[in-house]
């Protein structure tokens, strides 16, 4: 059972005999010793994550936890373990946020303003019970950081925790030694959560987390204030994070256990398996966008930037949702008239109810009801909630109006003109593994009719409309609602 201990204490008994270079007469430099870990030891950047802000709970009213938020509050935390003890407010240079968290913000901060912002409405619970139900557990709630700021140079960002916080965070007693650098392997909130809580029981005889019910693993593992309506959909998400765990880690690998009381899934917990041998991983560059969600969001008719925006402001697992739900409306008959604007309407709208989305920190009112998915997108209509960027819904509206022109025309082909069109586009076709492999199987699908869409719309617009056609357009779709 882990006991409270010193530093030098607690790194000593995180360490196994597999983990530690076994010739220490080759080392006379080396005054400590050296854990073995996915990057190379001497450029690891070690954060010591304290137990409790591995699991805590997100009980915010405001917002849900990222993937970019944890990612974020591992580098704030991180750096200020480095800084003095008596400092009580820390300026980081955004460059070292960027490499760590892997994702920069160009000349524009406002994405950067959004995060921060989120992180100080944002509330979590911290409850640790240890490794026995009767261990005694201290409780706490506290806002993730105190308070955040861009600096007038535009390269800083000053920050502070809560003090009580701050104190349990910096220097702790019980914690998980991880290497920042492992961020860049995970794709979603979930892989990099349960990678963090499982890895703490890496070393121990008995290698297995605690168990808790499957809702409390839902809320740890998505970000979310509230667990997932059924178990099937926690499973999905759960399934993925599992499987990119192990793919990544190369000292053990993770299963999972579920037990069920009344025909109910219960209690659920994880089994650690020790790997025989090893090895060294490179550290790669920086992944913002997984493959699994680049590929299912292309074959959706949505461009590489399109794609990269969603990814950072919304968790892998909330896109795979409402992926799978614009492919359900799909299947059903002249359901869906373009693909992409009705999954991006999901997204800002929650279409799956999804228990993991990131919300934009309320300045007015946002208690009015979400609409619900439309049936069909014939033409495109004037927008019902108030806008931050009109510009940006209408551009939308128009690339959608656009699609369904292009997706008309080709529907309006004969089967002959129709594999003329493809045999045209062929090399083009290449560029999507997913569409070009269903082509090559199964001829013309859903699937090839949307990257053919694309295509086509990028090859005509190759530049975005004028003032003039927008305004054209926006008449246009008027008349047409009135008639």
Request: with cysteine; proline share 5%; charged share 25%.
């Amino acid at each position: 059972m882990e006991t409270p201990s010193t530093r030098s204490g607690t790194k000593r008994k995180s360490v196994t005999s597999g983990d530690v270079d076994q010739n220490p007469t080759k080392r006379k430099r080396a005054p400590k010793i050296v854990v073995v870990r996915e990057v190379e030891p001497s450029k690891a950047v070690e954060l010591k994550k304290a137990v409790e802000a591995q699991a805590m709970r997100n009980v915010s009213t405001t917002s849900d936890l990222t993937f970019l938020q944890r990612k974020l509050y591992n580098t704030l935390t991180q750096f200020a373990q480095q800084r003095p003890a008596t400092e009580m407010v820390h300026d980081i240079p955004i460059k070292v946020v960027e490499e760590y968290v892997g994702h920069t913000t160009s000349n524009s901060r406002d994405h950067l303003k959004k995060v921060l912002r989120g992180m100080t409405q944002a509330q979590v619970e911290f409850d640790y019970k240890g490794d026995s139900p009767g261990r005694k557990s201290g409780w706490g709630v506290a806002n993730l950081i105190a308070e955040a700021y861009i600096l007038e140079d535009n390269q800083t960002i000053r920050y502070s925790f809560p003090p009580e916080l701050k104190r349990r965070l910096l220097d702790p007693t019980i914690f998980n030694l991880i290497d920042l650098r492992m961020q860049y392997h995970f794709t979603s909130y979930s892989a990099l959560s349960l990678h963090e809580l499982v890895s703490r029981y890496y070393g121990f005889s008995q290698k297995e987390t605690f168990r808790e019910h499957w809702t409390a693993w839902s809320v740890l593992l998505s970000g979310s204030a509230t667990p997932h309506a059924e178990f099937r959909d926690f499973n999905k998400m759960l399934g993925r994070a599992v499987d990119q765990v192990n793919s990544i880690e190369s000292r053990f690998k993770i299963e999972v256990v579920v037990t069920k009381n009344n025909r109910k899934y219960d209690k659920l917990w994880f089994k650690l398996e020790t790997l025989m041998q090893p090895e060294l991983g490179l550290s790669p560059a920086p992944e913002i966008v997984g493959a699994e969600v680049s590929k299912r969001l292309k074959s959706l008719s949505l461009s590489a930037k399109d794609i990269e925006e969603l990814a950072m402001n919304h968790d892998e697992e909330y896109l795979l949702a409402q992926a799978d739900y614009t492919e359900s409306q799909m299947k059903k008959k002249d359901s869906v008239a373009s693909p992409a604007a009705y999954f991006k309407a999901a997204v800002a709208n929650n279409y799956a109810k999804a228990p993991s989305k990131q919300k934009t920190p309320a300045i007015a009112d946002t208690s009015s009801a979400a609409p619900k998915p439309p049936k069909a997108v014939k033409k495109p209509a004037a927008s019902s909630q108030a806008s931050t960027n009109q510009m940006d819904v209408l551009l939308e509206q128009w690339g959608a109006a656009q699609r369904t022109i292009i997706r008309d025309e080709i529907n309006a082909l004969s089967p002959e003109e129709r594999q003329e069109l493809l045999a045209n586009y062929e090399a083009k076709l290449k560029k999507d593994d997913l569409a070009f492999k269903q082509y090559k199987s199964k001829g013309w699908t859903p699937i090839v009719l949307n990257c053919l869409v694309a295509i086509i719309f990028e090859e005509r617009f190759q530049e975005a409309p004028t003032s003039d056609q927008l305004l054209q357009f926006l008449l246009s779709a008027n008349a047409g609602a009135k008639a």
